[in-house]
């Protein structure tokens, strides 16, 4: 063989063993396995570290294995040997900026926006070179936070999502495991508990918190309990298999004497999607969560489900464009004092994942950045307040002890005074002797005055429930009676607390909770059943609709929309101071006014019938005095008919877990 042979040869092998990593490489970056993906091109980047095809996909590798940092010097090189992608500039600009290079970040952000096409990374793109020129107004926030690393936890290996409960600190670690969970090169995550008194924590006491919550080749990450710890909801998925746990699904166990359940999927997972991160509301009825499912604002969104008396979950719903972004929303919880605390990289923030806070104040969502030390250039995440001043949170900051790292922190503001506000009322009925009794089984909605649902419960044995509400807002209460033979007429109260605001200057305790107390009487729904409309007044000898009139038609107008299934008649009656035709007469004129005002605002005049009685049916026989004529001058409404009202599904006891059982 002469020297040309031999050369061709050996650059046909060099060619070919060079195209079998590239296959190598590229296969194991489809499936998911991004550390072996970095392993792999790394062979290639030894030899020839300019390859702009390697660099790229070993810093795509580090950007899905959430290695932003990692991954900045790969763009860099990928692009300088002209590797072009609709997103690479983007990312690159990302990493800078976990990197804490601000400046740059922005210049590159500056160079996408004039040449991106692609709609969604523009938005991205854009949202971001206007959160970088808002940092300097978050560095002039004023901050009383005092932050320690809780170096009694926390390992060589990743620790985060610490969660209180019961003297019992709960977290996620990658600690003891052999199993190799191959996207990040790092061990599975299992999860761990230990004895503490708030921050204070007995190091000898961590162990895993169950066998049958922790496998050794699957992740088990974020965790939450119910208010009474004895439910638990959990994320866990990656675990490679094509069925279920493809990506990453919320669990549930139940604490049955002493020992948690077998894990069972929830129903509320959107399959082949990351669904993770659960909370629970301080009250239980409420399951926040994040989701990149679609039809979201970003990458992954905040969703919240609701939780009914037999501990289904139901109704998902996205938290909307105020929290969410077109990054990425994650890690929610609500403290006891109602605000919602999550992570996000879309809003303004400093690299990463950045903390902040939900606040709701006069009807509007405000989000806030808790700013540094509580936030840094890497990933900060999973909050949780133990005390209203104090609590934990999870960095992979620099200077921890390893990976991600739990720290506890302290509010040290002087001025800090939270106020809790309650709405608590009884729902009752009258009774055959129309004396009021406690009415149970009573579904109430809290709407506010656009009408969005903002919380809803249903009456115990009691007939109370309890809403959280905020200064200076207008609400709706929405009572409804399902079940039964009994029906009752839908019953809607507004209530508001303008004006009502405890005085800051005279609070003396770190936390004052302030109850309002409200009483929610729905009527029983009965053919023939008559109802007085107080305030229904007409100018003398007049029957035109008056504006104080109309208001309280406006009333009646409601019960019709809420009650569908109903027919009324609605009469009208006078006194007896003029002759018993004209009476009649007007009565009749004030009564198809009253109709007519009534039809003009969305009511089917089917539904409607005017009937005047004049001075026919006085209740007060020879009244004497004004107030007595008054009492005879009124008007009523009788239910005529009532249709067949539907009150919903019937749910099954296991609906809250998945079709197959899991």
């Known amino acids: 063989m002469n020297r040309i042979t031999q050369f061709l040869v050996a650059l046909l092998l060099l060619i070919t063993a060079s195209c079998s990593v590239y296959k190598k490489a590229n296969k194991e970056f489809s499936l998911g396995r991004y550390q072996n993906t970095i392993d792999t091109y790394n062979k290639v980047l030894a030899k020839n570290p300019d390859d702009p095809e390697a660099n790229f996909f070993v810093a795509e590798a580090y950007r899905k294995s959430n290695r932003f940092f990692e991954s900045a010097p790969y763009y860099e090189k990928a692009m300088l040997n002209g590797m072009e992608n609709d997103s690479i500039r983007l990312h690159y600009a990302f990493a800078l900026k ?9 210049e590159e952000l500056d160079k996408y926006l004039k040449t991106v096409d692609n709609e969604e990374f523009q938005a991205r793109a854009s949202e971001e070179f206007d959160n970088l020129n808002y940092l300097d107004e978050l560095r002039k926030k004023e901050n009383f936070f005092r932050v320690k690393n809780l170096s009694a936890i926390n390992s060589s290996a990743a620790e985060y999502s610490p969660i209180y409960n019961d003297g019992k600190l709960y977290f996620t ?14 061990p599975f995550t299992n999860i761990y508990m230990a004895e503490t008194n708030g921050a204070r924590v007995d190091s000898t006491s961590i162990k895993s918190i169950s066998d049958l919550i922790n496998t050794n080749n699957i992740n088990e990450g974020s965790l939450t309990f119910s208010p009474d710890g004895k439910t638990m909801v959990f994320a866990r998925g990656n675990s490679g298999k094509r069925k279920g746990t493809a990506d990453v699904n919320l669990f549930m166990s139940i604490l049955r004497n002493g020992q948690w359940t077998e894990p ?6 959107n399959p082949g999607y990351w669904d993770s991160s659960p909370a629970f509301s301080r009250d239980g009825r409420t399951l926040y969560f994040a989701s990149n499912r679609p039809g979201g604002y970003g990458g992954v969104d905040l969703y919240s489900a609701r939780r009914n008396a037999r501990g289904r979950f139901y109704k998902v719903t996205n938290l909307g464009p105020e929290l969410n972004t077109t990054g990425n929303d ?3 919880y609500v403290s006891d004092d109602g605000y919602l605390y999550f992570s996000s990289d879309g809003h303004p923030g400093f690299g990463g994942l950045d903390l902040f806070v939900a606040k709701r104040r006069n009807g509007v969502t405000t989000v806030e950045n808790l ?13 949780f307040l133990y005390k209203a001043d104090r609590g934990f949170f999870t960095s992979n900051r620099d200077g921890g002890e390893g990976d991600d790292d739990i720290y506890t922190f302290l509010n040290e503001d002087p001025d800090l005074k939270i106020v809790n506000y309650y709405l608590e009322g009884v729902t009752m009925t009258h009774d055959n002797n129309d004396s009021l009794q406690i009415l149970t089984g009573v579904d109430v909605r809290l709407l506010d005055y656009d009408g969005n649902e903002l919380d809803e419960a249903t009456t115990g044995d009691d007939g109370k429930f309890l809403f959280r509400v905020y200064e200076h807002e207008h609400y709706n209460l929405v009572a409804k009676k399902t079940g039964g033979k009994q029906q009752y007429l839908i019953t809607r109260q507004p209530f508001t607390t303008v004006g009502k605001s405890a005085d800051r200057d005279t609070l003396t305790s770190l936390v004052t909770d302030v109850k309002f107390d409200t009483l929610l009487v729905l009527e029983r729904l009965e053919k023939n059943k008559v109802f007085v409309l107080e305030n229904i ?10 504006d104080d009139a109309a208001a309280e038609l406006d009333k009646l107008v409601t019960i019709l929309k809420d009650n569908p299934e109903i027919k009324i008649e609605l009469s009208s009656h006078t006194d007896d101071r003029q002759t018993e035709q004209y009476n009649l007469r007007l009565s009749e004129r004030r009564a198809q006014s009253a109709v007519d005002y009534i039809a003009s ?23 004497t005095t004004e107030e007595q004529h ?4 009124r008007t009523e409404f009788k239910i005529l008919e009532v249709g067949r009202r539907s009150d919903g599904e019937d749910f099954d006891e296991d609906d809250y877990f998945d079709d197959t059982g899991n």
């Open 537 to 546: 007044y007409y100018d003398l000898d007049r029957y035109e609709i008056r």
């Open 173 to 186: 670690s990658s600690r003891g495991n052999n199993k190799i969970y191959l996207a990040t090169g790092t």
């Open 98 to 106: 976990s990197r804490g290079e601000y400046e740059k970040a922005r």
């Open 630 to 633: 008054q009492v005879n001058r």
């Open 264 to 269: 069972r999927m929830l129903n509320i997972n």
């Open 371 to 383: 700013g540094v030390p509580i936030n840094s250039n890497a990933d900060d995440f999973g909050m």
């Open 601 to 623: 605002q969305g009511i089917e005049k089917s539904r409607l019938v005017a009937r005047g009685y004049g001075e026919s049916k006085l209740i007060i026989q020879n009244a």
């Open 330 to 332: 994650m890690f929610p």
